[in-house]
Structure formats: structure tokens, C-alpha cells
């Protein structure tokens, strides 16, 4: 697509519940970012693939999360028993080559996630 | 540490005025700076970026952002503010040839456009 795609656009959980966030780069792009946004906590960095090598998962904020990015494409950001602090809306980027080099990020339009 | 301070979390102006919206960073090496624009619902849309070239940068819908070592900023300008400006926008900051490939964003400023 011409775009970062992420789905599903907004999800409503229980608290508990195991959620999957898909995010489709854009096709080529070597790089994806996975950030959270919520209030009181502007966006927060969580996970960065980089080609094949190993992810950064530095921004993890616990164990219940989890991300994988299959065939250096699609990834799957997935938190285990939801928390309500969990609820936010959660941004995926990709990029053509890495950030340090002065790439640009291209941002999806976010998954909303509410957890009751 | 790389950080971004955005000052004013909140920016009011009139349709017509010049819109101003700081961004100071601290690093020790001058890095990749960012502007994003969020408008409500949506993702961040790139306005301009700063990697060596020219320090005066241009953008998309008329904004354009002025880095100044000296005095560690970056702050967006429009000459003349419109009504579909309102939004919140993010100065993001890259380290230059940096272990840590990731975007550290600014808190945000939130600007309102009055008629």
C-alpha cells in the first residue's frame, strides 16, 4: 500500500484479555517502530526492527509485551493480560533505512486500544 | 541523554498571525530533528526535517523550521496561520549515527487557530 496500515483502527478489551496490534510497513522499508500514546505520557518508544538483526525491545514496558515482525514485513505488537494502564493508542512506523543515518519515519494511523 | 523540550503546550493565535512553536534539544552532537503534525484521529504527518544541509528548512503547507546550534533549537514557523492548522505538533529529535535508532519526541503543543 501507499501507506502504513495498521488494524484493527480501534479495539475494546477486558481487562485480562490478550490483544493483537497488526502494522503493514510500507513495502521496502527496512525499518519499523512501534510507539504508545497516551495522555500524561506523549509517545513513548517500544520496540524497533531493523532488517534481520535482533530488535531493540528497550521500551517494553513489561513482560505481557510482545512483538515480531515476520519475513521483515508485517509485525504484531501483542500484550498478554491487559491492564486498563494498557489503554492508548499505539502507533507504528517504518522508515526506508535506519533513523541514524536521517531517515524519516512514516506513521500509521494508530490502533486504539481501551481496556474495561 | 537526547531530549526534546517543547515549550507551550498550548499555542492560540488568529487566523492571519504568525504561528511560533518552540523546540529546544539538549545533545552533546547536533542531530536529525523532526517536525510532526497530528491532527485529531490521525497518525503523525511529517512537516519538515533537519539532517545537514541548509539550517533554514522548508515544509509542507507553508511551515518552515530554523535550526540554530548556538541555541540548541529548532522552532517552527508560518507567516500566516489558517483555520486547518489547528492540530498538535511534535518536534522529534534522531541521534546522528547513534546506537539508539529511535525518534525522541517533545511533549507536544497543541495549537488553536481563532477566526
Redesign the interface.
Known amino acids: 500500500g501507499a501507506g ?1 496500515s495498521q488494524s484493527p483502527s480501534n479495539k475494546v478489551t477486558e481487562k485480562g484479555k490478550d490483544v493483537e496490534l497488526r502494522c503493514d510497513p510500507i513495502s521496502g522499508h527496512t ?1 519499523l ?1 512501534w ?1 504508545r500514546q497516551s495522555l500524561g505520557q ?2 513513548e ?1 517500544l520496540i ?1 526492527f ?1 532488517g534481520n538483526s535482533a530488535p ?1 525491545k528497550s ?1 517494553l514496558p513489561s513482560d505481557r509485551f510482545s512483538a515480531e515482525r515476520t519475513g521483515g514485513s508485517v509485525s504484531t505488537l501483542t500484550i498478554q493480560r491487559t491492564q486498563q494502564e494498557d489503554s492508548a493508542v499505539y ?1 507504528c ?1 517504518s522508515s526506508l533505512y ?5 531517515a ?7 490502533t486504539r486500544l481501551t481496556v474495561v | 541523554a537526547q531530549s526534546v523540550t517543547q515549550l507551550g503546550s498550548h499555542v492560540s493565535v488568529s487566523e492571519g498571525a504568525l504561528v511560533l512553536l518552540r523546540c529546544n534539544y539538549s545533545s552533546s552532537v547536533p542531530p536529525y530533528l523532526f517536525w510532526y503534525v497530528q491532527y485529531p484521529n490521525q497518525g503523525l504527518q511529517l512537516l519538515l526535517k533537519y539532517t545537514s544541509a541548509a539550517t533554514l528548512v522548508k515544509g509542507i503547507n507553508g511551515f518552515e523550521a530554523e535550526f540554530k546550534k548556538s541555541e540548541t533549537s529548532f522552532h517552527l514557523t508560518k507567516p500566516s496561520a489558517h483555520m486547518s492548522d489547528a492540530a498538535e505538533y511534535f518536534c522529534a529529535v534522531s541521534e546522528r549515527g547513534g546506537a539508539t535508532n529511535k525518534l525522541i519526541f517533545g511533549t507536544g503543543t497543541l495549537l488553536a487557530v481563532q477566526p
Open positions: 502504513v525499518a517502530y510507539y506523549g509517545l518508544f524497533y531493523q531493540d521500551g502507533l512506523a535506519a533513523l541514524e543515518v536521517g524519516e519515519a512514516f506513521f500509521g494511523q494508530g
